[in-house]
């Protein structure tokens, strides 16, 4: 039986490669071939976009996982030996790169945070995880930022392993692994009699910052990440959390790891303390304002305004959109946004996908065109070179000859329609297509 099954899949995996060259096929739960470092495929699109500019009429070789070649169709050529992909009407694009995920979350309208936190099993969120994973990359998504396991302790650095080592689908990870909260700070909040596990590790003060960072670093965190705001009580706005002290600390013990630093923050204080301690990125940035986004610009932090998440959580509150007046906080999150636009900062584009369904990344993108002012072209550049540059990965984020061969086909042109984002057509991973049952 086994056997014969095995036989299945080689069959189904042979036919697949003649057509595309390598095919991680949906029949088979083996690893992933490889992609051949002799495998040529030329890509033949409508356009490409390569990360800065649209080309139409532009072609692409890919040789094993990386690219080769890009240009004019008639200056890329046939080589021998190329299989050829013909991608009429479709724009071939850079791997889409998330900038911020919860891969261990699902949407809080299925289960409120809390629930997720305290009443699901850890095997059961990482057997979620996996799905969210592979809608992840389907989406076209072949790079996330994953911001924390809010409570799974560090599920992240195994399912960054079982996609490295081929046996599930998925992006290529950055992962937080716990993520830092000062005493108090954070959630679930439960009977003042009762602990409960909280969503991300508590530290404070010199000592217990500086062993929880490089404890968390130790176990695999690619990056750290600190939540420099909260609310301390239910209902309440949020206020600072960590003192400059501590962030300052929990930076230069993450640089010397080699590890930057990301902050949630939504107060001009608490972004203003994680601005001036050096972090990387402020995530949300819900009320900032003019003074400190000039800070940020000064100091090199970009924002990512996750404007996707506020929009589901607003709905999940009961907003009707379209009808009903939109929420205060929605307002304030749009003003917030647009003088951050005029700041001239640096823009990261990521959804807190989670908070909303996995494989619905585009969304954040989608928003910032049609609700929030950008170009489609600045959040296309912002989404591939823009996050690749942000998040130090210069071997991915452009389509150029030597880089990973990440690429996304979508049909139409996204660079006028933002919402061609949702037509993906092919995923290709290191050289390696992924089918995308459409
Ligand atoms: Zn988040």
């Given at each position: 039986m086994h056997f014969s099954l095995n036989l299945t899949s080689a069959f189904y995996r042979l036919s697949f490669s003649a057509l595309l060259g390598v095919v991680w096929g949906s029949v088979t739960a083996q690893n992933p071939p490889p992609a051949p470092a002799s495998a040529i495929v030329l890509l033949r699109p409508a356009a490409v976009f390569d990360g800065e500019a649209l080309h139409p009429g532009w072609a692409v070789l890919v040789e094993g996982d990386k690219i080769k070649a890009v240009g004019p169709a008639a200056q890329v050529g046939t080589p021998a030996g190329a299989r050829t992909l013909e991608l009429p009407g479709q724009t071939l694009l850079p791997g889409l790169i998330e900038g911020?995920?919860?891969?261990?979350l699902h949407p809080y309208n299925e289960t409120s945070w809390n629930d997720q936190v305290l009443q699901e099993s850890q095997a059961l969120r990482v057997a979620r995880a996996t799905a969210h994973a592979r809608a992840t990359l389907l989406a076209g998504y072949t790079t996330a930022r994953d911001l924390g396991t809010e409570g799974a302790d560090y599920a992240d650095v195994g399912l960054k392993q079982a996609i490295d080592q081929g046996f599930i689908p998925g992006p290529r990870l950055l992962v937080a692994t716990r993520a830092l909260v000062a005493t108090g700070s954070y959630g679930p909040k439960l009977s003042v009699d009762v602990d409960v596990p909280q969503g991300a590790q508590e530290a404070d003060g010199v000592d217990g910052i500086v062993r929880a960072v490089r404890e968390q670093i130790g176990k695999g965190a690619d990056i750290v990440k600190v939540y420099a705001d909260y609310r301390w009580g239910k209902g309440e706005p949020s206020r600072p959390t960590f003192s400059q002290e501590e962030l300052t600390l929990i930076v230069q013990t993450a640089k010397g790891a080699g590890r930057p630093v990301v902050a949630h923050a939504s107060t001009p204080e608490g972004m203003r303390r994680a601005a001036l301690a050096g972090v990387e990125t402020i995530e949300h940035g819900d009320a900032g304002t003019t003074e400190v986004f000039k800070l940020m610009k000064q100091r090199g932090v970009a924002l990512c305004p996750t404007v996707a998440a506020g929009d589901a959580i607003s709905q999940y509150q009961g907003w009707k959109k379209g009808l009903g007046p939109e929420p205060e906080r929605l307002q304030q999150k749009r003003l917030s946004v647009q003088a951050f636009r005029k700041s001239g900062g640096v823009l990261v584009v990521g959804g807190d996908v989670g908070v909303f369904r996995h494989g619905e990344n585009s969304r954040e993108a989608e928003l910032l065109v049609q609700e929030y002012g950008y170009s489609a072209l600045e959040v296309l550049q912002a989404q591939t070179s823009g996050n690749a540059r942000v998040f130090h990965l210069p071997d991915r984020g452009r389509i150029q000859p030597?880089?990973?061969?990440d690429l996304v086909a979508v049909e139409g042109d996204p660079t006028q329609q933002?919402?061609?984002?949702?037509?993906?057509r092919l995923v290709m991973k290191g050289g390696v297509s992924y089918p995308t049952d459409k």
């Open positions: 911020h995920s919860h891969l261990l030597g880089l990973l061969a933002i919402t061609a984002l949702r037509q993906v």
